[in-house]
């Protein structure tokens, strides 16, 4: 999957053929015949093989834990009017943001984001095509700093529905948070989730974070 385009991946079927020999060949014609379709088996698996890997893109290995599936049954679920639905996990709680959107956060001491989630309309000109250009822009706009796009991908499965993500990274006042932020457009509406934390504590959360973004329902 090119980190721009939509991901696919090629299977090509490759069918060796032997062919039969009369019995009246010399041991020497038949041991001739047998190495040139033996070296030929070999040939062909070399391409079986090569076909296999260059169908698979190495630039899909950033996106490759979103599995669509439906959250533990022991997390939560905020909604927006618009309908969509975020999960979170035990110990998260709701922090107010914007009208019309839903966030939870896991915090640390001192209220510090150990882990972010929301789930906001779209509402503005991004689209499916523009999303990673738009939303890095979107960051800039906020005011961060030093935001740097790591990985971006096209038409990718959600639960009902399917998506444009990046990740990226960015510094605020407090800290410099990686995430992961998806426009997901389903049959009746079209939403936004974004799972961030700390770039320095981002292994801890990658987990929680993948899991929400993949129970993700616009």
């Known amino acids: 999957m090119a980190v721009t385009r939509t991901p696919t991946t090629t299977a090509v079927r490759t069918t060796a053929t032997a062919v039969s020999e009369p019995m009246t060949r010399t041991p020497a014609k038949v041991s001739i015949v047998v ?25 899909s290995a950033p996106f490759a834990w979103l599995q669509p599936a439906a959250p533990p049954a022991a997390w939560k679920v905020a909604r927006i009017p618009s309908g969509a639905t975020l999960a979170y996990p035990p110990g998260w709680r709701p922090v107010k943001t914007d009208a019309g959107t839903a966030s939870v956060a896991l915090l640390g ?36 700093r030093n935001v740097r796009l790591l990985a971006s991908a096209e038409n990718l499965a959600f639960r009902s529905g399917r998506g444009s993500c990046v990740i ?24 936004v989730v974004v799972a961030a934390a700390p770039n320095a504590g981002w292994e801890h959360q990658a987990a929680t974070l993948e899991r929400a973004v993949s129970s993700f329902v616009p």
């Open 35 to 59: 190495g040139v379709v033996a070296l030929a088996a070999v040939l062909i698996v070399g391409v079986t093989s090569g076909g296999g890997h260059s169908g698979h893109r190495p630039a």
């Open 109 to 144: 001491s001192g209220g510090r984001y150990d882990g972010f989630l929301n789930a906001t309309p779209k509402s503005g000109r991004e689209t499916a095509a523009n999303w990673s250009r738009f939303r890095p822009d979107h960051n800039r706009g906020e005011g961060n």
């Open 168 to 191: 990226d990274i960015y510094t605020t006042s407090k800290a410099t948070f990686r995430e992961i932020a998806c426009l997901v457009s389903g049959p009746d509406s079209t939403a």
